[in-house]
């Protein structure tokens, strides 16, 4: 399939480890995907979901062991320590691929490696990377299908001489004591082992996409970031764009995917999904920040997803769509999970494959599906994606909107001062725990950038990155923060959320045309009340004005937390930041 020397000497060497039986080039076609997913339900690996209502769908059940991302054993294994940062797991690389070959020797044997080339972005697009993940899952082979660009063009657009990062995946018995989820940026390399979950084993997601492409970013000038990209068309038919980022769990796919109010859509207010996980982002001829979706599909969390919630996603998933770990109805093999509806299937299969009356199962507190179960779905599937999803230069960014789940500290919305204030907004961000969770409520967790999990190199080189595009970008998109869960006194959310949102979307366009002024406090700009558009939405004056409101406490607090979390950068911490940091406690001791 291709005459590309580093690929075909990577591949004698990866065959030479791993031994399998056989190995299969993916070309792209539906003749050969068709037939994986005939051999793929012969074997067990997948099940055939009913093909009327839910047409090319399939099933796959993870081993229990093996259910969600593995941070404790995802490393970053640069030549230094130094280079990987105080926030990421690091090995020296020798002693690392040492380890590693051990485990890799002879994991395929009798076994197909196939040999996935994909392209993040849209094969050719000046943004787009390539990979080759070599696998011995036929489910991470389809899987990838969904979420990557993959086949024959990518090995055109690779040509005889260019480069690609190198993907070893090997399924081995998913033992999870010796499993690896593995970057090598200075190699270009990934490896993971003992895994067959998604964001584990679907190396073009998190470990390239994010991961390695945020290091080849920042040697090369560009972002990679954990960002939805959405785009807004007002009455006019104008549409601009957002990114935004924010951590797991904060609603991130339904931002992408949001449905305005009545009153809005009315008007003639759309809103466009480019992208609901990861955006690349590089600076345009016009000196305007321009941005890709890199992935090709939704890799979703099924529970809570449902037509109320988000139903463009559900739209998304209705065909040519594998679902993990959600509960199968046997009456008619459909699927279900929590928050689907209030209609437990009663002859359920639960997601770890017992069968069980879902209706006494779920009524005793039982869940049917696995809390990070998931779909991974065509994005062009999705009834808003975006006309400019496939646009090779990507779509220019108005605004970055960096937020997290905060009870009291954070404004409903606020915007930073200008560009380098913007990147300490995103640098503090963080997020509190919820009852949900396991342990105390309201700890904070800091997640700069919504990266915590994802910064391929140190997180202090990271910080001096952003202010370094803020160099290069004349035409800087705006930046502001936004927090859609304050609680009231009694705990209550105060904000409704969901499509309601796009009110804040709304002043914040309206912020980056100059449309609006706003109030200057300690924090940054805040809306005048009069400038959000509430109507029908049936807050007291009260409230409107206490989602608005600087807690000064709260903040000093704050700030107290912020510098015991950066101490750990040291010296390599942006002198910028610190100096936002004490301005900012300077402000709030006035
Ligand atoms: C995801 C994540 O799966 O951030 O997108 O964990
Ligand atoms: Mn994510």
Redesign the pocket.
Known sequence: MTNNKKVLTWLEEMKALCKPEKVVWIDGSEAQLEALREEAVQTGEMIKLNQEKLPGCYYHRTAENDVA?VEDRTFICTETKEEAGPINNWMAPAEMYAKLNALYDGSMKGRTMYVIPYSMGPVGSPFSKIGIELTDSIYVVLNMDIMTRVGKDVLKALGEDGDFVKCLHAKRDVNPDERYIVHFPQDNTIMSVNSAYG?NVLLGK?CFALRIASYQGMKEGWMAE?MLILGLENPKGEVKYICAAFP?ACGKTNLAMLIPPKFLKDQGYKVWTVGD?IAWLRVGEDGRLYAINPEAGF?G?APGTSEKSNFNALEATKKNTIFTNVAINEDDMTVWWEGLDKNPPENAIEWKGAKVNGKEYTAEGGKLAHPNSRFTAPAKNCPCISSEFENPQGVPISAIVFGGRRAKTAPLVYQARDWDHGVFVGATMASETTAAAAGAVGVVRRDPMAMRPFVGYNMADYFQHWYDMGKKIQNPPKIFNVNWFRLDKDGNFMWPGFGDNMRVLNWILDRCEDKVSAVETEIGFVPNKEDLQLDGLDLADEVVDELLSIDIDAWKEDVQNQREFFAQFGDKLPKEIKNSMDELEAKLNK
């Open positions: 991302r964001g998190k954990h797991s996980d890799f969390v």
